[in-house]
């Protein structure tokens, strides 16, 4: 890296052009959300948490519709942590079969609006019926363009990791690969959403500061945005918010801000 002499700006002309269009983003292409605070904006209403949970359903059909109004390539939403089987079985039970209808009255608004739905984590758990409906929505929507909704059920960040390097570690034990190719280019291209762009923007509702497992990989570089606000009450002008606090980071990805500040001046 060589600082130009009359400028007096560092020459960032040699770094990598993908480095430069980061920089300079001020819409995320990858946006991940942990929807949290349901159960106590229910119990804040003094009703079951069950209800929660339901009014969180419009709180996604807003964020998906905003996302796609403002050109986000990506969204990816926490629903179903492979840590949250650990609730009463009455809930998961519930949160269950609210999975099964939602995936059945929302598909056809989802595929109108061009919206690709990919399940990301490890279905084998849930009961043949909802993978049956994992699938056929899936199907019917892999052709659609607007936006891909990636929707987080039973995954962990760590599993996610781990299934990677499991894949790669068969390899190597069949002779496909050798132990000196597994790099992280290698292990990236096993992780779920393998073929989208990493997370540059996560969201946090429910006034927790903690990422709980969640995409661990794929948001190295993400910027967090934590609000108090619960998920049910998350509406278009809160994601507009939180867009606008990314737009006004500095992402420098390793770079000195004042190498920063010259490829935004490019």
Request: aromatic share 8%.
């Amino acid at each position: 890296m060589s600082i130009d002499s009359q400028s007096g700006k560092e020459d960032v002309q040699t770094l990598p052009s993908e480095i430069s269009a980061l920089v300079k983003q001020s819409i995320p292409k990858h946006v991940a959300i942990i929807m949290d605070g349901n159960g106590r904006w229910a119990q804040a209403q003094g009703k079951p948490r069950v209800i929660g949970h339901k009014a969180g359903v419009k709180a996604v059909r807003r964020a998906v519709s905003t996302a796609r109004k403002l050109g986000v390539e990506s969204l990816t939403l926490f629903a179903f942590s492979s840590e949250n089987w650990r609730r009463p079985d009455k809930e998961v039970s519930l949160l269950m079969e609210l999975f099964f209808t939602v995936l059945q009255r929302e598909l056809k608004l989802l595929h109108n609006n061009g919206v690709r739905l990919n399940i990301i984590g490890d279905t084998s758990r849930f009961s043949p019926r909802l993978q049956k409906q994992i699938a056929a929505a899936e199907e019917k929507t892999a052709d659609n363009k607007d936006l891909v909704l990636n929707v987080a059920a039973n995954y962990g960040g760590r599993w996610d990791i781990m299934q990677a390097a499991q894949k790669l570690a068969a390899k190597i034990e069949t002779g496909e690969m050798s132990s000196t190719q597994f790099t992280e280019e290698a292990l990236s291209e096993h992780l779920c959403m393998q073929e989208q762009a990493e997370v540059d923007l996560m969201i946090r509702t429910g006034g927790d500061y903690r990422i709980s497992n969640f995409v661990l990989w794929q948001a190295a570089y993400a910027e967090l945005v934590f609000t108090d606000t619960l998920w049910p009450d998350f509406d278009e002008d809160a994601f507009k918010d939180a867009i606008a606090i990314f737009a006004n980071r500095q992402r420098r990805f390793g770079l000195t801000g004042t190498q920063i500040d010259t490829i935004r001046s490019l």
